[in-house]
T-cell receptor, first 112, second 115 residues
Framework: EAQVTQNPRYLITVTGKKLTVTCSQNMNHEYMSWYRQDPGLGLRQIYYSMNVEVTDKGDVPEGYKVSRKEKRNFPLILESPSPNQTSLYFCASRYQQADTQYFGPGTRLTVL | AQSVTQLDSQVPVFEEAPVELRCNYSSSVSVYLFWYVQYPNQGLQLLLK??????LVESINGFEAEFNKSQTSFHLRKPSVHISDTAEYFCAVSDPGGSQGNLIFGKGTKLSVKP
């Protein structure tokens, strides 16, 4: 089954404790993105990647890192999480720009 | 930079009534346009998209959207809604000539269908 998976689905952590949210797709897609969703603000892009080892900043990259060492994986790293990073995070992938973007199920992160 | 405006944050409507969810985007250049739907506690899924050709596009569950270049709009309509259409709807735009990784979303419209 074609899908985007994220782990964990739920995470509660404390300020400053490094964490990684994994994202994997099994569709051989070129493009992958991370978004955060906050009430009243919609989805805002954090980082995106157009291929292995090619990443770029989205609209709200501060406090986040990403890597794309393999085509299928695109982890999101929070080196020192802060409470303002409490949010619902979505990973997404698509083959080309005009194609449908497939979203993962979301990761709800709470930073205390 | 591209931007997307969804004019209504919430739209309450009764079952079997028609509905229109409005979307405007900032650029007059050629764009790709999308509507995504997010059902409660789920991720987003594509509802329909406009790439080129006919300005009226349809989804399998009765929604349609019309691309209007002069008004830079891509409003979503359904002639008769069901309770199951209750969800949040996001309009999105991608610039074919711009960064190929960037898909810009509006802030979303929550459609609430009441019996």
């Amino acid at each position: 089954e074609a899908q985007v998976t994220q782990n964990p689905r739920y995470l509660i952590t404390v300020t400053g404790k490094k964490l990684t949210v994994t994202c994997s797709q099994n569709m051989n897609h070129e493009y992958m993105s991370w978004y955060r969703q906050d009430p009243g603000l919609g989805l805002r892009q954090i980082y995106y990647s157009m291929n292995v080892e090619v990443t770029d900043k989205g609209d709200v990259p501060e406090g986040y890192k990403v890597s794309r060492k393999e085509k299928r994986n695109f982890p999101l790293i929070l080196e020192s999480p802060s409470p303002n990073q409490t949010s619902l995070y979505f990973c997404a992938s698509r083959y080309q720009q005009a194609d449908t973007q497939y979203f993962g199920p979301g990761t709800r992160l709470t930073v205390l | 930079a591209q931007s997307v405006t969804q004019l209504d944050s919430q739209v309450p409507v009764f079952e079997e009534a028609p509905v229109e969810l409005r979307c405007n985007y900032s650029s007059s250049v050629s764009v790709y346009l999308f509507w995504y739907v997010q059902y409660p506690n789920q991720g987003l899924q594509l509802l329909l998209k406009y790439l080129s050709g006919s300005t009226l596009v349809e989804s399998i569950n009765g929604f349609e959207a019309e691309f209007n270049k002069s008004q830079t709009s891509f409003h979503l309509r359904k002639p008769s809604v069901h309770i199951s259409d209750t969800a949040e709807y996001f309009c999105a735009v991608s610039d074919p000539g711009g960064s190929q990784g960037n898909l810009i979303f509006g802030k979303g419209t929550k459609l609430s269908v009441k019996p």
